[in-house]
């Protein structure tokens, strides 16, 4: 049984940071790409940033100058740095990964998602 749980969501103000974090845990035999996407009240979830197995990144064009994301494949651990947040930043941050329980046996999975608040 294979689990994403995040970390790091909370309340800040307008020009703040926060560090969003993942840990994959369960029956993992390897992980592909890993991601964070964001829902909005009232929107479709959207991509936010992605990273490869070997640390190739992209971003949304709104999050590209702020955002920076990472990953710790000892940990099975992926972060999001924000910083700069601005009131439209504000969602429920799903964390996104690849994950193999065998060679050739696996799929998408996700977390349960943490909310970020920012304030003006």
């Known amino acids: 049984q294979v689990q994403l749980v995040e970390s790091g969501g909370g309340l800040v103000q307008a020009g703040g940071s926060l560090r969003l974090s993942c840990a994959a845990s369960?029956?993992?035999?390897?992980?592909?790409?890993m991601g964070w996407y964001r829902q909005a009240p009232g929107k479709q979830r959207g991509l936010v940033a992605r990273?490869?197995?070997?640390?190739?990144?992209n971003y949304a064009e709104s999050v590209k100058d702020r955002f920076t994301i990472s990953r710790d494949n000892a940990k099975n651990t992926v972060y999001l740095q924000m910083n700069s947040l601005k009131p439209e930043d504000t969602a429920v941050y799903y964390c996104?990964?690849?994950?193999?329980?065998?060679?050739?046996?696996?799929?998408?999975?996700w977390g349960h998602g943490t909310q970020v608040t920012v304030s003006s």
């Open positions: 369960g029956s993992i035999y390897t992980i592909h790409d």
């Open positions: 990273i490869t197995s070997t640390g190739s990144t």
């Open positions: 996104n990964a690849q994950i193999f329980y065998r060679w050739n046996a696996g799929g998408d999975y």
